[in-house]
């Protein structure tokens, strides 16, 4: 008879319709979208890996206390910058908050010191390699690493917060899970999310590709607590 790892092929069909598999995107089915305009009002806002800071700056046009800091930041150095980065760059600035290039989300302290935020955002992370480092997927490193480095940077009763696509193979890269755990979060809480929502946000993808969200339907919100 066929076995695997002990159990019969009838016992493992049996277990698994009785306990199916839960998916990222069943659970963000269970749960509501989140709600990142309430959070904008609940304090300071690191946003991170912004890309063309069209999602940093959508979000700053939301009411907020004006006297918390919103810092909206880019990998890439000043010259490395589009056009609609530099544009929204100086909106931003209009509005009053500060903005920084070259701020790697794996070494914050780095760049932005010892500041602490109550919220820290990272909307679709990537990365542009496909090839594994230290035998994991880069996307997996890279979260892992960035929560690591986030934690240093919450005020107490803080939130990171990541949005990716959600499908299984996104998922599967960056095993969210396993990133919170070793970075010393609980299990993030999981929120269906709509980037269709933030008029004004016009997703960037790396260099060269189309819009990670091209193609996609489902999108998923985790949150991270301390
Ligand atoms: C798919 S794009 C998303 C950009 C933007 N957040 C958005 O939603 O439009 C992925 C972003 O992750 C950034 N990124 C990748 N690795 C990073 C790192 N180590 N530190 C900061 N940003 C990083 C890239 O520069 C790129 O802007």
């Known amino acids: 008879m066929y076995e695997f790892r002990g159990a019969t092929l009838q016992d493992a069909i049996h277990q698994a319709v009785r306990y199916p598999a839960l998916s ?61 980065a530099c544009d929204n760059a100086r909106k931003l600035l209009k509005l009053g908050c500060s903005v920084k290039t070259g701020v790697d989300t794996t070494g914050l302290s780095d760049t932005i010191g ?58 599967g890269a960056f095993k969210l899970d396993e990133a919170a755990r070793k970075a010393g979060f609980a299990a993030p809480a999981i929120f269906s999310c709509d980037p269709e929502d933030y008029a004004g946000y016009s997703h960037q993808n790396m260099a060269n590709e189309g819009s990670a969200t091209d193609g996609h339907t489902a999108f998923a919100t985790f949150v991270f607590s301390g």
């Open 114 to 171: 010892k500041r602490q935020f109550r919220t820290i955002i990272f909307q679709f992370p990537n990365v542009a390699s496909r090839y594994p480092r230290y035998g994991q997927n880069p996307n997996h490193v890279l979260v892992t690493r960035f929560l690591k480095s986030a934690r240093n940077h919450l005020k107490p009763g803080g939130l990171v917060v990541i949005s990716t696509v959600d499908s299984p193979f996104y998922e």
């Open 24 to 84: 990222t995107k069943t659970l963000a089915k269970m749960a509501a979208k989140f709600d990142f305009t309430a959070r904008m009002r609940m304090g300071s806002v690191l946003f991170v890996g912004e890309g063309n800071l069209s999602f940093a700056l959508t979000m700053s046009r939301t009411p907020r206390d004006p006297a918390s800091s919103i810092l909206a930041t880019v990998d890439e150095a000043e010259e490395g910058l589009t056009d609609t």
